[in-house]
Each structure stands twice: as structure tokens, then as C-alpha cells.
């Protein structure tokens, strides 16, 4: 027998439940810029981050699912950089001052931290090919160390 791959679940692109993550850091997807707005033409990291809790709360499988965050390059947005860097386990000094995002980001994979994974949606506008039909994706609002106990956790019942 040739190559063998278990395709189970390849095509399932279900999101995620809403719900506390832990979640890894596992590459720079891609450099992109802004397409509009006040920072149109400022450029911009979108960064992939996995799941690598087993199941969510309702028993939801979502061990290697995967969740774009886009980290812009503009003033009002350095502090979501920041906070999620420290997050990962970045301190003061390593963020302070000229960062090299490019290093930063090398320094970042495989750490883990502690996601709000939330789920969006979107609707296909008129003219689109997919016009009216809906998508839902996960995003994460919030990223917080992991050293967090899961029961001090958001969205977790305190013991």
C-alpha cells in the first residue's frame, strides 16, 4: 500500500464553541496590510494559534483547531500586542523599547496562553457568489497566561 492518511474530520471547519482555550502559538500565517479604514496600507501580522485542550465544555471534540488573530501595526493597537505577548510568557524588558516583531514571533512558537475564543459570523454581501449565505468562524477576544487555575478561568464555575 502507497502513502496512507487519515482523512477523519479533514473537512469539518466547524468552530469551536464559545468558550476558555488553551491554545499554542504556531506561526506567522501570513504578513498582509490593512485593506481600508484609517490604517489602509499599514501592515499587519495574521497569526495562527491552535487549540490543544481535548474537548470544550459540552464535550465538543476541538483538539487542533485552528483561530486566525490579525496583529496590526498601528499605535492604537500595539497594547493588544503587548498584553498577548506577555501572556505567552514575554516580560517587560523583552517587549520594551525597539521590538523586532519578526524575532518576538520566532520567540513565540510553541508557547501556550489561555484563550476567550468567541464565535463570529458573517453574511455574504449581495454580488458575492456565497451572496446571503452565512459563515461562522472562532476568534479570540482575549489572551491571559496560562498559569491561570481552569477554575479561576472566565466562563468557569468557580469551586
Known amino acids: 500500500m502507497g502513502r496512507v492518511i487519515d482523512m477523519t474530520g479533514a473537512n469539518d471547519f466547524t468552530p469551536a464553541p464559545s468558550g476558555s482555550y488553551t491554545v499554542e502559538f504556531k506561526k506567522v500565517h501570513e504578513w498582509a496590510r490593512i485593506k481600508s479604514g484609517k490604517n489602509e496600507g499599514q501592515e499587519m501580522a495574521k497569526v495562527q494559534y491552535v487549540i490543544t485542550d481535548e474537548q470544550a465544555e459540552d464535550g465538543t471534540t476541538v483538539a487542533g483547531k485552528v483561530i486566525f488573530k490579525n496583529y496590526p501595526f498601528t499605535d492604537s493597537m500595539r497594547w493588544v500586542f503587548l498584553n498577548d505577548m506577555?501572556?505567552?510568557?514575554?516580560?517587560?524588558?523583552?517587549?520594551?523599547?525597539?521590538?523586532?516583531?519578526?524575532?518576538?514571533?520566532?520567540?513565540?512558537?510553541?508557547?501556550?496562553?489561555?484563550?476567550?475564543?468567541?464565535?463570529?459570523?458573517?453574511t455574504y454581501p449581495e454580488g458575492h457568489a456565497k451572496a446571503g449565505q452565512t459563515r461562522f468562524s472562532n476568534s479570540i477576544s482575549s489572551l491571559d497566561a496560562v498559569e491561570i487555575p481552569a477554575m479561576l478561568r472566565p466562563g468557569r464555575a468557580r469551586a
Open 86 to 122: 506577555k501572556s505567552l510568557g514575554f516580560s517587560d524588558e523583552e517587549l520594551s523599547g525597539q521590538v523586532d516583531w519578526d524575532d518576538i514571533f520566532g520567540q513565540a512558537v510553541g508557547r501556550k496562553a489561555v484563550a476567550q475564543v468567541i464565535v463570529e459570523s458573517y
